[in-house]
């Protein structure tokens, strides 16, 4: 890659916990993307999916899943999907979608915060 490309990635901070305590946490997702508006979209898939797999915990398919979220049926869940820096997708496992988890914010980072949307 190129010294003066711009590389950005998406830090997920949520809470986690148990029955007994809840703590803060951070990720950041294992990716380098070099195209603002690719990152843009997938933060939006990160909230599609997040919203949709807080309110559906059956094992069955809903009828509408947003950009974002598929149903994987052999593991009968809806999974995460990303766009790679080729708009491919790609299923990412998405840890703060458990049921003591709570996502409170996604942002696009560089070294500095450059985008953030609040849950």
């Not at 010294?3 to 997920?12: E, L």
């Not at 803060?24 to 997702?29: A, F, I, K, M």
């Not at 990152?39 to 939006?44: I, L």
């Not at 309110?55 to 069955?60: A, D, F, I």
Request: charged content about 25%; some cysteine; overall charge neutral.
């Amino acid at each position: 890659m190129s010294k003066n490309k711009v590389i950005y990635c998406i830090r997920i901070e949520y809470i986690t916990g148990d029955s007994f305590h809840s703590e803060e946490t951070s990720e950041v997702l294992d990716y380098d993307w070099t195209n603002i508006n690719i990152v843009k979209q997938n933060v939006e898939r990160i909230k599609n999916h997040y919203n949709v797999a807080k309110e559906h915990y059956s094992s069955t398919k809903p009828k509408n899943l947003p950009v974002g979220a598929v149903w994987e049926p052999q593991f009968r869940m809806i999974l995460l999907e990303l766009l790679t820096n080729k708009k491919e997708k790609m299923k990412v496992s998405a840890s703060w979608c458990g049921y003591f988890e709570h996502l409170q914010a996604v942002s696009i980072v560089l070294k500095d915060e450059l985008y953030r949307i609040d849950f």
